[in-house]
């Protein structure tokens, strides 16, 4: 059980990291696509997804590293910690991909464009090492007991 707790913090680093391309190559996608005259990064609801992809991302890298610092000094809520950041990081991970691929059109459904496979991928994270129903049961529980 206490191996989980660094098992989780791995899953969630997968998440975040597979997050981060999908927020990179949003940008990068929407600055070259043109729709209406102008890029689709020009239209502001470009802009508010980017915006809260972004947010999503920082917040899951802000608690993960929390959770890692938690469990490396073998802290007594550290296994509190690790489900919470990874449960945070795949659900953010689930939506920041999710983001990034309607970003992309149609394009992001097709294997031309790398989005529709980071989509596959990251969905398993939720799934793995625990379901995320398990990660919240985990967390439910430690706050009941205190
Ligand atoms: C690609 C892949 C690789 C894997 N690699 C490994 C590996 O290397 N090592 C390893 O040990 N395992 C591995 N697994 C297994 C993985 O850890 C399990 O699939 C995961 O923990 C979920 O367990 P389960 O599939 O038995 O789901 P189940 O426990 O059958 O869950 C089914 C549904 O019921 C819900 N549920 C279950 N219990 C509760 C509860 N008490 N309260 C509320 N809801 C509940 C779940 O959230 C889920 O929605 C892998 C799985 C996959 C898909």
Redesign the pocket.
């Given at each position: 059980m206490a191996g989980l707790d660094g098992g989780r913090l791995n899953i969630g680093a997968c998440s975040l990291g597979g997050a981060q391309r999908c927020l990179d190559e949003a940008i990068r996608y929407t600055k070259e696509r043109q729709q209406f005259g102008q890029p689709v990064a020009e239209f502001q609801n470009t802009q508010f997804t980017l915006a809260d992809m972004a947010t999503d991302l920082e917040a899951a890298r802000a608690l993960l590293y929390l959770a890692a610092a938690k469990v490396t000094a073998n802290a007594p809520d550290k296994s509190r910690f690790s489900a919470m950041a990874k449960r945070l990081a795949t659900d953010n991970g689930s939506a920041i991909v999710d983001a990034a691929l309607q970003l992309h059109g149609g394009y992001g459904y097709l294997k031309d464009y790398p989005i529709e496979r980071f989509w596959r991928d990251l969905r398993?994270h939720s799934?793995?090492?625990?379901?995320?129903?398990?990660m919240r049961?985990i967390v439910g529980r430690d706050l009941l007991r205190q």
């Open positions: 398993v799934i793995l090492e625990g379901t995320n129903q398990v049961m």
